[in-house]
């Protein structure tokens, strides 16, 4: 199972330009997550500083109980052994061809022997679907396949934690979808920790459990997937939607008065999103993803917390998978701020029937050729007591488990 | 990074944060320490196991080849016109049976060294600036890093012992071959006598000028080596960084080069009594 990574209070400043402040979050352990935000709001920065490579000004980064932020050098190189990066434009060693980059981390921390490596990296070179390019040299191939490459090499030591930049910068829809997939599948396979950082909202709303977005050097919000996919938040509806008007501007601030003018001539721009929908499942054959039980649990339990529509949401998806109710647990309490909206108003009961509703007619229901069953004869002479554990699908019964 | 150049929310009312205050200067201390940092941290790991020795031949042949012609060809000319310099000065004051071994003393000392160390720096430096820079932009070090394999360990130690020890080899082709060089020309072109030129060897030079010139070059190579790497691993972003970081690079080590040599000179001529 994956590690959890807990980042408290992180600040982060080049020169006199904060990048962002304050952050404080929990990757779940075995959890999926991605964090949005414009291009140029540091997401690669917080990306980095998470594996050490930026020392943050303040704040911690606790992984399996190193503090990544502080720690000494050496125990630096150790801890990133937990991590495989997955770089935005694969950093592979140009002086080395697939195979030999993919090999890389094992030849350097394991004493595999070369056929042992070998079948390693064939594996994980068709996982990401390169089988039979590993001659080819970095500078030869398209940009999508270095960083599938360098996808591949992020997995070779079986990382508890993976870390990508951008999956989907220079990918096509389609491998985009592909890639989405794969990091679904490789969670369900090796239950590893993935926080996926990126701008491309297609992403954000069929892969993860969590998201989480940053903007103006601040994180906006950090939670299960149906709370910012619900979020009224203008900067998050505008971001979901890739639209002109809202708070985030071309040059990343937008001041005060172009927003009003740009709302007084659009008007209140409408704040719908769009529909939430349903996260991908592993492909057929994989196992199924432990993460998504414990999230279950996890959502569960602080279900009382979170704001109304995100309630509902997380409710009727579970209600799709036929989930059992959720109980109120023993220590629930009616949280304080949650009152009705002032423009809420009481259903009228007298008018949900139609006006042109009208009562059947009692006596016609059956039809005049109805003949009552004859009792008797309805089990089959061969007809057994099916095996009464509940929700046993008996074998002998087709479509069975095999 | 994008995220540099963006404005910072709030903007001037931020307070700078400690350590980022700009005192005229600092940006130059700064990369002093770093250098130094750097210096400490390849002598440190060169003792450290794993050993890359497959890294370290590759270099060192890289470098050798690279050095081996031109500095022969550099040392020829410069070794005859220290002696035909000499040669003129010493027949004007009648003291012509010195010029072999004034001519050994500045060839050893100082030529062969500072010529090896110009040639690391500007033919071997310059490649291996370029090589890391390159590979600092791409991120590979970054990803190298990741991979829990320190960059510094796995490559600028091999890269920075090959400089040094291809300085101390060839310091001594080198010196035999400026020698060689300023007897020809002495022997062939002054009409000097050969048995004056060999025999003043032993009267003013002796065994500790060819101990600094070794100590020199070796010192001349880590200091080449090291610069190379130390531009090369802090290139301004883009492909323009890494071609200002060669040309800094090569500046820098000249400029080290010759002050180092001023005080390794001073301090050699202090404790070492001069023959004779």
């Known amino acids: 199972m994956g590690i959890e990574v807990v980042v408290e209070g992180l600040t982060k400043s080049f020169g006199r330009h904060v990048v962002w402040q304050d952050i404080s979050l929990s990757l779940p352990a075995g959890e999926v997550s991605v964090m949005l935000g414009p291009s140029g709001t540091g997401k690669t920065v917080f990306l980095k500083s998470l594996v050490g490579l930026i020392r943050p000004d303040r704040g911690q980064v606790l992984v399996d109980g190193i503090d990544i932020a502080h720690c000494s050098e050496r125990k630096l190189y150790a801890a990133r052994k937990l991590f495989g990066v997955m770089f935005q434009d694969g950093a592979l060693f140009g002086s080395l061809n697939l195979f030999d980059n993919i090999a890389f981390p094992l030849r350097e921390h394991t004493k595999y022997t070369e056929a042992e490596i070998r079948r390693i990296v064939l594996e994980k070179m068709e996982m990401v679907g390169l089988a039979g390019d590993g001659h080819k040299f970095p500078g030869e191939i398209s940009g999508g396949m270095r960083k599938r490459a360098g996808l591949a090499r992020a997995l070779v030591l079986d990382p508890q934690v993976i870390l990508c930049d951008e999956p989907d910068s220079g990918l096509d829809p389609v491998r985009t979808a592909y890639l989405s997939q794969l990091l679904i599948d490789l969670n369900a396979e090796i239950d590893a920790t993935i926080l996926i950082v990126t701008h ?99 959502v569960m339990s602080m279900l009382h917390t979170l704001p109304v529509p995100a309630q509902e949401a997380i409710v009727s998806s579970l209600g799709a998978g036929s989930q059992p109710v959720p109980t109120e647990p023993d220590d629930w309490q009616e949280p304080a701020g949650r009152t009705e909206p002032d423009d809420w108003q009481e259903p009228d009961d007298d008018t949900t029937e139609p006006d042109d509703w009208q009562e059947p007619d009692d006596d016609t229901t059956e039809p005049d050729d109805w003949q009552e069953p004859d009792d008797d004869t309805t089990e089959p002479d061969d007809w057994q007591e099916p095996d009464d554990r509940p929700g046993r699908w008996p074998s002998h019964w087709p479509g069975g488990p095999r | 990074m994008t995220t540099q150049q963006t404005p910072a929310p709030g903007g001037a009312q931020e307070p700078p944060l400690p350590g980022t205050g700009q005192v005229p200067g600092a940006g130059a201390l700064r990369q002093t320490g770093k250098l130094f940092a750097l210096a400490a941290s390849v002598l440190w790991l060169s003792f450290k196991r794993p050993f890359q020795a497959r890294e370290l031949i590759e270099q060192f042949w890289f470098i050798a080849s690279v050095t081996i012609l031109p500095s022969m060809l550099v040392s020829i000319p410069f070794g005859a016109v220290i002696t035909l310099q000499v040669g003129s000065l010493t027949q004007q004051l009648g003291a012509e049976s010195f010029t072999g071994a004034a001519s050994v003393l500045a060839v050893v000392q100082q030529a062969s060294p500072l010529i090896v160390a110009l040639l690391i720096a500007g033919a071997g430096g310059s490649a291996i600036c370029a090589d890391i820079g390159s590979r600092t932009i791409r991120e590979e070090m970054e990803a190298m890093e990741v991979m829990g394999v320190s960059p510094i360990q796995r490559l600028i130690v091999p890269r920075v012992m090959a400089a040094s020890l291809v300085a101390v080899l060839l310091n001594g082709l080198v010196s035999v071959v400026g020698v060689l060089g300023g007897y020809f020309f002495f022997v062939y072109l002054q009409h000097g006598t050969p048995g004056a030129f060999l025999a003043s ?73 001069p023959k004779g």
């Open chain 1, 200 to 298: 491309d909202i297609q992403i954000a709303r069929t892969v993860p459990d969590n998201i989480g977005m940053l903007f103006r050097g601040n994180l906006i919000m950090f939670g299960p997937r149906e709370v910012l996919l619900t979020s009224a938040n203008p900067v998050i509806t505008q971001f979901v939607n890739g639209r002109r008007a809202g708070p985030i501007g071309m040059s990343e601030e937008k001041d005060a008065t172009t927003l009003a003018l740009e709302e007084a001539r659009d008007g209140a721009a409408s704040q719908e999103l769009p529909a939430l929908v349903p996260q991908l499942d592993p492909s057929p054959g994989m196992p199924e993803r432990q993460a998504a039980k414990r999230r279950r649990a996890r």
């Open chain 2, 201 to 273: 060897f032993s009267s003013l030079a002796q065994l500790p000028d060819l101990y600094i010139s070794e100590i020199k070059a070796l010192i001349f190579g880590f200091i080449a080596g090291v610069v190379a790497a130390h531009r090369g691993l802090n290139p301004r972003p883009g492909p323009k960084g890494v071609g200002e970081a060669v040309n800094q690079s090569v500046v820098i080590s000249f400029l080290l080069l010759f002050f180092v040599n001023l005080i390794l000179t001073a301090i050699y001529l202090k404790i070492v009594p």
